[in-house]
């Protein structure tokens, strides 16, 4: 009995060991993005129907056929013709879809803002999830809708910039005119004007043909049987399940395959190499699946195909990444410097579990890659250096002779930014032949301004002003400081600007109902989104308006207060910034949904940052007076806080007092300590 008993134990061991070390290895994939301070993200295009054109936001003069498996990012913009339509998938789980004749752009895109403008046509907005401090806005000619929860939204912006704002489910915030109005599920809002919008809240449309398609997407997104196997903050698995298959790989676990590649097919191949600050060279694939098993996971040979190891459902944040990739450089011309004359071959692999991630683009860890044994070096990709920088399609420019291909295998594996310049060639994200003609907005709708309540950041500089600095960098990617300071010297030549505050004096509100109807929940000052710095003034010659930009490329360190730690509660369950009226509060203090609209007192309360992302937040930049006092007031450790007046269950109507310390409390003297006996000075060292 005891021998048997042994060998059951040793199974079960065996049987609990093996999943963990492969739930390991994937979950050693994810780059470590904290060290490089890049807090952007982008958004895949993800389906194109009809006409449908794109225009990135460091060449806005030059709009040129979009394209599926393009990532875009802040200042990049789509725009559908007559029968246009669009799908976009946000890293995190959003989904963004538009109608015919939509003018949509990214106005800022991290990990905690998601805000776009949208000019003209219909869009459709699928949340999922929404952190407590993460902010989803959309701005239209006239107002700016702040999403408050997971729901299914639309909005529709007419030819003369009015809006309509649908919510199907979820609850919404517009702001225009100085004023903000809750809109709850089942809801809807026709906004008119802009200088006096004027406004009132009917029941919702019922669905029509668009609401049909946007429903059939997002369908098939949640039937998608790859969702078992990855990440929830990973998009397109639903296009893997029609594209390949799963398979329990003895050390990897569950990983995916292509099933219709060509003989000899590889990762990395099929596509091509486009420029994206502030990560610099990024990955276009060709293939209708490509955008997860190339922008997160790793790449194995198994039983003489390859295999795709996605990161495991079990990490708690992931980092979207241009490529997972090692480069080499060599061959005959080949330099190291970008002032040499171009000349030599580039190269890359695909990495496998286990190998270390070299970013060329901000900070990365320094590894001895000297001695690193990458598993996939021999399955290299070989392209002269031209090629590369201009973005020639791969699969056709890729070198075969053995020769060469040897010498760059043997090359070390680049660390840092590659030694590499991108040509204008670079810019374009669409490279296959038989899409549609190019579609551009109407001036009138191009030149719009759109009312924004967060205050995004300015446009990105254009290529043509960077890349002197590219240069200049040895090939280094345009990070969010660097991008501001190349906006602020070229301010004398540029862009108009193209967006507005929803107050331009504060306290005044201009938005008025239609109508007497007293069911019309009337407008309140409109206050700050979760807490970012509110879009004040006039807009500037860059195009943001003024009252500080969000940082998209560093985590919003602009902001006056980002969520650090828990924020204290004032007695009406407020946080201390903006005003209204006490309510009770529900959901993480919501106001709760009653099929009416309800007062809101304030932007819902931000948790710890770290709590909602595992990830350390930006310190607040020059906080107000009432920051100043809550940044005094550390949180206690969980055994030992007080509890707070307002909860995620909710609490009793509390009266409403300032957040800040009463001038009594403040004038009281502090307790004086027993002095103690002065110690003797330490003898210094050597001395």
């Known amino acids: 009995m005891k021998p048997a008993l042994r060998g059951h134990g040793i199974r079960t061991l065996f049987a609990v060991i093996v999943p963990l070390l492969a739930a390991a290895v994937a979950r050693a994939q994810a780059p470590a993005q904290g060290d490089e301070e890049v807090r952007q993200t982008v958004a895949r295009v993800s389906f194109l129907g009809g006409s449908v054109s794109y225009v990135r936001g460091d060449d806005p003069d030059n709009w040129q056929p979009a394209d599926t498996n393009v990532p875009l990012t802040v200042g990049d913009r789509l725009y559908t013709g007559d029968d246009g339509r669009a799908e976009l998938q946000v890293h995190g789980g959003f989904a963004v879809r538009v109608g015919a004749q939509a003018d949509l752009a990214a106005l800022n895109l991290t990990d905690d803002t998601k805000q776009w403008s949208l000019r003209s046509g219909a869009a459709a907005f699928q949340l999922k999830r929404l952190a407590e401090n993460e902010v989803f806005e959309v701005d239209t000619p006239n107002g700016a809708v702040t999403f408050e929860r997971p729901g299914d939204y639309r909005l529709d912006v007419d030819g003369d910039g009015n809006t309509r704002i649908a919510v199907r489910e979820g609850r919404a915030f517009v702001a225009a005119g100085g004023g903000q109005v809750p809109l709850n599920a089942g809801e809807q809002m026709n906004l008119e004007g802009t200088e006096s919008p004027r406004y009132d809240v009917v029941q919702a449309a019922a669905p029509d043909a668009f609401d049909g398609w946007v429903r059939d997407r997002e369908q098939r997104s949640e039937r998608a049987r790859s969702r078992q196997y990855v990440h929830a903050d990973v998009v397109g698995a639903a296009d893997l399940d029609e594209h390949g298959r799963w398979e329990n790989v003895p050390s990897y676990g569950w990983v995916w395959t292509p099933t219709v590649v060509e003989a000899g097919w590889q990762p990395y191949r099929a596509g091509h190499w486009i420029w994206q600050d502030p990560w610099g060279w990024t990955w276009v694939a060709a293939e209708p699946w490509g955008w997860a098993p190339y922008h997160y996971g790793r790449w194995v040979q198994w039983s003489s195909r390859w295999w795709w190891v996605p990161v495991a459902r079990a990490v708690r944040v992931v980092h979207y990444a241009p490529a997972l990739v090692a480069f ?3 061959g005959p011309g080949w330099s190291p410097s970008v002032t040499v004359a171009a000349g030599g071959f580039i190269g890359w692999f695909p990495l496998a579990p286990r190998d270390p991630f070299i970013h060329w683009w901000g900070r ?7 001695r690193v044994n990458y598993v996939n070096r021999t399955y290299i990709t070989v392209v002269d250096r031209g090629a590369f920088v201009s ?5 056709t420019r890729w070198v075969r002779d053995p020769a060469v291909v040897r010498t760059v295998v043997a090359a070390p594996v680049l ?39 967060v205050a995004p950041p300015p446009p990105p500089p254009t290529f043509q002003t960077k890349v002197a600095v590219i240069q200049k960098n040895k090939g280094a990617p345009i990070g969010a400081a660097t991008a501001a ?11 108009p600007a193209l967006y507005r505050p929803v107050a331009t004096e504060s306290g005044r509100v201009n938005l008025t109902p239609k109508s007497a109807d007293a069911r019309i929940p009337r407008a309140e000052p409109a206050t700050p989104a979760r807490t970012r710095p509110s879009a004040t003034g006039s807009t500037n010659t860059t195009g943001s308006a003024t009252g500080g930009s969000t940082g998209a490329g560093t985590g919003d360190r602009g902001r006056k207060d980002d969520g650090r730690r828990d924020r204290t509660t004032s007695k009406s369950g407020q946080t201390g910034t903006g005003t209204g009226s006490s309510t009770t509060t529900t959901d993480r203090g919501r ?13 819902s309360t931000a948790r710890t940052r770290e709590a909602d992302t595992g990830r350390p937040t930006p310190v607040p930049a020059r906080p107000t007076p009432r920051t100043r006092q809550e940044t005094q007031e550390r949180p206690r450790p969980a055994a030992t806080r007080p509890p707070t007046r307002t909860g995620d269950q909710g609490q009793k109507e509390q009266k409403a007092e300032p957040a800040r310390q009463s001038p009594e409390r403040s004038r009281e003297k502090p307790k004086e300590q027993p002095r103690e006996k002065p110690k003797e000075k330490p003898t210094p060292h050597g001395g």
């Open 328 to 330: 080499c450089g060599g």
């Open 364 to 370: 990365s860890r320094m590894y001895n890659v000297e």
């Open 391 to 395: 973005g020639d399609v791969v699969t």
């Open 415 to 453: 660390r840092g930014p590659l030694p590499l310049v991108p040509a204008p060639g670079a810019l374009h994200v669409a490279v296959r032949p038989g899409l549609p003609p190019v579609v551009r907005p109407p001036v009138a709708v191009a030149s719009r301004q759109v009312v924004v309540r």
């Open 485 to 495: 300071r190349i906006v602020e010297a070229d301010r004398g030549t540029a862009r």
């Open 591 to 603: 106001a709760p949904d009653t099929g009416k609209a309800q007062p809101r007192p304030t932007p």
